[in-house]
Nanobody, 114 residues
Framework: QVQLVASGGGLVQPGGSLRLSCAAS????????MGWYRQAPGKQRELVAR???????NYADSVKGRFTISRDNAKNTVYLQMNSLKPEDTAVYYC????????WGQGTQVTVSS
């Protein structure tokens, strides 16, 4: 069974940057796609970005050009570099190991505010 531990959230001013990390432990996760999702108060959880085992990626339109997802297979870790942050990026961010079923991390709060 895989466990995911996310870190790196915090409070940042608009225009700032944060990098989220998600470390996977347990069974091998290298062949699975991994993703970052977010859930703002009163809203449904939404896909932010995902990365496949071969390295291909896709992003939500709202973050394209600002966020970058990457993975280090040697460390079983996936990252989300977030630049040019906006107040509307405020949410709890969850990493996920995509599969049947999907495994979720515990979530990390990102708050963008002046």
């Amino acid at each position: 069974q895989v466990q995911l531990v996310a870190s790196g959230g915090g409070l940042v001013q608009p225009g700032g940057s944060l990098r989220l990390s998600c470390a996977a432990s347990g069974s091998s996760s290298r062949s699975n796609a991994m993703g970052w999702y977010r859930q703002a108060p009163g809203k449904q959880r939404e896909l932010v970005a995902r990365i496949f085992s071969g390295g291909s990626t896709n992003y939500a339109d709202s973050v394209k050009g600002r966020f970058t997802i990457s993975r280090d297979n040697a460390k079983n870790t996936v990252y989300l570099q977030m630049n040019s942050l906006k107040p509307e990026d405020t949410a709890v961010y969850y990493c996920a190991l995509l599969g049947a079923p999907t495994t979720w991390g515990q979530g990390t709060q990102v708050t963008v505010s002046s």
